[in-house]
């Protein structure tokens, strides 16, 4: 399945883009797409496990992600 | 309850008036603004951006915590997004309670979780001319206790 994954602030100028399209396996795990985006050019300056948001809520590396998900990786949070 | 992203300048004194009634016999009225030095540089303004949906989502969720956990009869949380000036505020928190012990606790947990969760970056502005994304783990002020 194709998971469009959001990125912000500092995490969308090290990409030079404000989302990434990925192909991964139906009912792939967070760590599952983390290791997707790892492998594509550019992205060496992530860090090996960000901070990642499945439908607006925190999630953990073993949730599963389901057909049409909003994703997004977050670096680390800096309000107020 | 109610929480708000602004990409206007906050108003903190009406959001004070916004939460006060008879029944409550505190007010807190917290604001954070833009302040000119950080890490030792001297800082010229600051520029805003969040994840908009999940931070309105995730405010909501802390404003309805603190509800819950210290039983506030109103609570205002306001975000600013975009470039901010030096003294410009970022975020105003405006509690109401019938007692000041938990309405001073409700604007602490607010303001500490807000920094632990919710989806806001900011890129500093140096007097330099250079400009960086602040990332609290190299922050050397300690994080905040939460009640």
Redesign the interface.
Known sequence: MNVTVLLFASYADALGARSLDLDVRDGATVAELLDGISARAGTGRLPPSPLVAVNQRYAKPDQALARGDEVAILPPVAGG | MRAALRHEPLRPAALLEEVSSVSAGATVLFV?TVRDVNEGRAVTGIE????E???L??MARITEEARSHFGVERLVLE?RVGTLALGDA??VIAVAHAHRAPALDAARYV?EE??????????EHYADGTRE?????NAAEPAGHVP
């Open positions: 954070g805003y951006s969040a994840y949906a999940m931070a989502a995730e975000h970022s975020v303001i807000l920094k632990r969760r919710v989806p806001v970056w900011k890129r994304w602040v990332d609290p783990a």
